[in-house]
């Protein structure tokens, strides 16, 4: 059986996250503070449902409650096993005899369940397969029964009856009131602003002022000193902030445990959820913003060793931040201290992009700007093609390693998970060679110790997604970032610009959908935020030129947008992702609530929100802070 163990550096997603577990849990009193939270959350909408009743008991969030009953006068076996489980075996679920004919147990509901039933022969000891249901989707609080009954009396033949009982509720009801909730809210805004663009609302407002009688009567002074006009400053590029804020809200959100929903979490393995978005197109934004960084330094003609330093103190500045980030809520032990993390694995991409950039980045506005010659055309290729050899000598070293490094106990280019994994013939083989890096070098009490496999797949070992390896393709996809912003640069006006976006984003998505053979499982290099995958960031990456450009449409040349909210918290978003890990567990930040997902997504949409409005508060103060 699986047992319910947390996972996770996020104390409270550990309290929701649920692993595949098959033991019956009641829930928890509450402190006497969550009446006061109570009152804020009718205040605000918020449910507080009772739990719900089964034949199980009160079921917990996400489960279903599943009753097996035998009228077989011989033993058999239920097993069970769910389809994201990839080349997995079925597993034991009970075993009932004649004494013992009924069984009941609540079940996680994310994906679809198999079972079959075994017919136990007591005299040979064999066992046989009697039958097989499913898959079956199974919802939340819904009742299922199992009926296992023999053809005739004293007959062998087993049959087997699937019957729903309870009908499960739509748990993505509060999906649909949030989406509705947060439409109308942006409705009531984009309606307000265009009455104040018309300039309705000064008239209104002119109805209730008295200074247009003084000036009927008086005459309109003439003696007020004119107001300079200031001077125009340089148009920010807002598009980019707003796709940098897209994402660090995105993430917070997951973060904060996103409602609870398995689908805003990280892919057990391969494939992709929304959770798995974010921190690549976030190292992606990176590398857009490195290129007119560095381009501001090159035109003042920064002295090299001055550059050099700035890049050494960022690049340290974000490793010990991530350091200290790592050891909050108690995770203090020296000796346990886990050393990859998100912003490490940012200061290790930003360190090499940002030193081939110093050496082989400074261009003349003559050499940007040159549209004569064959090659003119690909000129954000050829006038930095030193990046782009070593760029893609990363790459090759990560394949590599990847599939030439021998494991001991794997074959060599394994990919998997390990645990239940191809029958579980490679158990401590999670990520292969990347994982196999990771325990040698930096060993198993310096690494993540709860891989997002390890529910699923009953892995055994450590392993960390923000590993050595990973950080080779991560260097890859700010890179390719860089490119984007050199486009920007390179090419002044916005059909060249919007065009090169979207052949990079058709590239690197066709690349991406070869090597992984357009699905989750099976291809040569499947989609893994785990790994970093080739296929992934190059995926990620095809994405990101795409929703840059269609930002920069409605936010930079159209106008119909300006980007808020996400423009706040991009324009600071060190401050928010910080704040946002530091203070997860403060009210009114988080609070003790039923756990349901109406409670949860409400309260993890607060969070959010609260942080975007502090970065609001910045913006509007003019405080902007960077590493």
Known sequence: MIVEQPSGPNNKTMNRKRAFSLLSSSSKPVSNGFYLISILLLLFGASTADPVQSSCGNLDMD???????SSVHSPVRVMFQVTECYKCEMRELVTLDPTNVNFEIQILDYFPFMFEVHSINEHNKTETLACSLGPYSLGEYGEYRLYIDSNETGSSTVLCTWSPGQDPVDSYIPIYIATAVLLGLAI??????????????????????TDHLIISDLGTPTNVDAVPVAATEKKRLKSLDTFRGLSLTVMVFVNYGAGGYWFFDHSP??????????????????????????????????????????ICRRTVTLFAIGLFLSTSRGRNDLTKLRIPGVLQRFAISYFAMATLELVFGRKTDQELNNTTGRLSALREIVLFWPQWIIS??????WLLV???????????????????????????????????????????????????????????????PEGILGCLTSIFITFLGMQAGKILLVYKDNKNRLVRWCVWSLVTGAIAAILCKGGKEGGWIPLNKNLWSLSFVLAMSSMAFFLLAYIYIIVDIKEWWGGQPFVYPGMNSIVVYCCHSIFADFFPISWVTAQNHMNLLFQDVWGVSVWVFVAFILHWKGIFINV
């Open 402 to 464: 990847t599939f030439v490094l021998p494991v001991p106990g794997c074959p060599t280019g394994y990919l998997g998970p390990g645990g239940l994994a191809d029958g579980g013939m490679y158990v401590n083989c999670t990520g292969g060679a990347a994982g196999y890096l990771d325990r040698i070098i930096l060993t198993g009490n310096h690494i993540y110790g709860h891989p997002t496999c390890e529910e699923l797949y009953l892995t055994e070992i450590p392993y960390d």
């Open 188 to 209: 009531l805004y984009a309606f307000i602003k265009l009455l104040y663009k018309k300039k309705i609302i000064s008239k209104i407002l002119s109805c209730w002022r």
């Open 63 to 69: 489960h279903f409650c599943l009753v097996v009953n």
């Open 392 to 397: 893609l000598f990363l790459v090759g070293l």
């Open 269 to 310: 393995w391969n494939g992709l959820t929304v959770a798995d978005l974010v921190f690549p197109w976030f190292m992606w934004i990176m590398g857009v913003s490195m290129a007119f960084s560095f381009r501001g330094l090159f035109k003042r003609n920064t002295p090299l060793l001055e550059i050099l330093f700035k």
